[in-house]
């Protein structure tokens, strides 16, 4: 008896035509909408974290501090960059990725960003963001962004999800996102007869 590993794959059976494909623009923009709403939530936790240490140091005599639209701007940027930067020479996505199926490799290969390569792709990503449309042009579907840095934007839904041992004599991969096949219904089931005679 042998130990074998068993390959549990994870993504959507109609997806897997798609794995490793550049990614379009609708999906793009909808994972970067996804990191906008995450960016904002943290500038909002960041006000909110701001106000209770005031509260602390100040007690009764506490204000809200007022902040300018250009330092909620600015606030906003540093943190988008920071958060872009750190998740792509991470993981290769943000939460929107994540969300969407997407991955950012360097081009030609399917290695994550450098720091620096991470880093200045962000900025760019911040500073420019309309320059995403460009990815409909694009034979390739990338961004002005992606040309610059030599990066490109695919669908990646991870794979195998994970995997377990089992005893066996022989190695079985178990899809657990494949179509169940048509099943009986059980509302024209009969009623099995008695073999013990009651």
Known sequence: MTTRATRFDTVPAPSRAFHGDPAGLVTRTIANMIDLVVVVGLVVGAYLGLCAFLFLRRGA????PTVTYAQAYWVGFALLVIYFAWSWATTGRTLGD???GLRVTVAGTSGHLGGVRALIRAMLCAAFPFLLVWVAIDRRRRSVQDLLMRTR???DWGGS?????????????????????????DRDA????????E
Request: charged share 25%.
């Open 190 to 197: 009969q009623a099995l007869s008695r073999l013990d005679g």
């Open 61 to 64: 005599a506490f204000r809200f």
């Open 98 to 100: 994540r969300t969407m």
């Open 153 to 155: 934007v695919v669908y």
């Open 161 to 185: 999800g994970g995997v377990s041992r089992s005893e066996d004599t022989a190695g079985m991969a178990v899809d657990v996102a494949a179509a169940v096949a048509d099943e009986p219904d």
